[in-house]
């Protein structure tokens, strides 16, 4: 059974630090690609951060310079790094696991791409 377990999340200033880790269990972890997603109330889950097992990332737009993803493919696990945090970032923020088929070289930046979810941690940021 796949699990995905995010930690890390809390009540923050403006400006202040987070950093989020999820691990993995019942996968071969450096055969997916990970992705970091979040969701504000009222809104829909959007793409935050994907690292492939090899290393490449993709970001967002709205935390590239503040936010990074890394993985450690020894312990399982993926990290999401927040930076000069903001009010916006204010989420649930999910992690998720996508198969990297053979051949193919492309970061999984959409919900639907995704095979496993965890269950979120949340990310509160004070103005």
């Known amino acids: 059974q796949v699990q995905l377990v995010e930690s890390g999340g809390g009540l923050v200033q403006t400006g202040g630090s987070l950093r989020l880790s999820c691990a993995a269990s019942?996968?071969?972890?450096?055969?997916?690609?990970m992705g970091w997603f979040r969701q504000a109330p009222g809104k829909e889950r959007e793409f935050v951060l994907a690292?492939?097992?090899?290393?490449?990332?993709a970001y967002a737009d709205s935390v590239e310079g503040r936010f990074t993803i890394s993985r450690v493919n020894a312990k399982n696990t993926v990290y999401l790094q927040m930076n000069s945090l903001k009010p916006e970032d204010t989420a649930v923020y999910y992690c998720?696991?996508?198969?990297?088929?053979?051949?193919?070289?492309?970061?999984?930046?959409?919900?639907?791409?995704?095979?496993?979810w965890g269950q979120g941690t949340q990310v509160t940021v004070s103005s």
């Open positions: 019942g996968l071969t972890f450096s055969n997916y690609a």
């Open positions: 690292i492939r097992s090899g290393g490449s990332t």
């Open positions: 998720a696991a996508a198969l990297e088929y053979s051949g193919s070289y492309y970061l999984p930046v959409r919900r639907l791409q995704y095979d496993y």
